[in-house]
């Protein structure tokens, strides 16, 4: 990784320097606020590629500090490509699901490992750096999976997969933001539409559809990963 900056949120000292100490050993630049206050200033004087931002801060409400950020045109808004990486504590379900809704792009629950974190950043990094460039991939692979999105053609290790337009369309919506989280309502109102988003039900008929078709065993899935009570994940495995 180049030296990109990161802006780390986080109030718990501890868990600030470990999570900059991980991100400068792999040759990222960390830089700290420890209060919403701060992280505002430091937007002010610089843009970082990504942003990793604590939800229980003594000054604010991480939430609310999302939607400011991603409200098109606010005084602190982020430029919308920066990834915003949630840090939750278990106790901070409902935060966390809200914070997704929000606009940020995915989260890690303390405790968490190094790995974990590098492997959450990378891609969000990568992602960061595919949507800059202008043209839309048209061929997207994801392990064995390939979706071509000019065709709608979905193969697995090479053999074509038939799928309905609404389970292309669920494959599709994950696995244009490979590894990274989708709540159940982002799933629902891009695939079936916005006075849709609480027939979960719909989600876990068609999941199970998409894994009868892609998975080799469905109850263990390598692809289509569940996060409970949050949503779903594609893993580029
Ligand atoms: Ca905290």
Redesign the pocket.
Known sequence: MSSETVLII???SAIAQFVAASLSAVGLRPVHADTAALARLELQRMTPQLVIA?L??PDADGVALITEWRRAGGAHSLPPQVPILVLSARVQELEKIAALDAGADDYLTKPFGAGELLARVRAMLRRATLSTTPQPVAVLHIGALTLNRSTRCVQLDGEPVHLSPIEYRLLERLARIPGQVLTHRQLLADVWGAEQIDQLHYLRIYMGHLRAKIETDPAQPRYLQTELGVGYRLTDV
């Open positions: 986080e109030d718990d604590d229980g801060l």
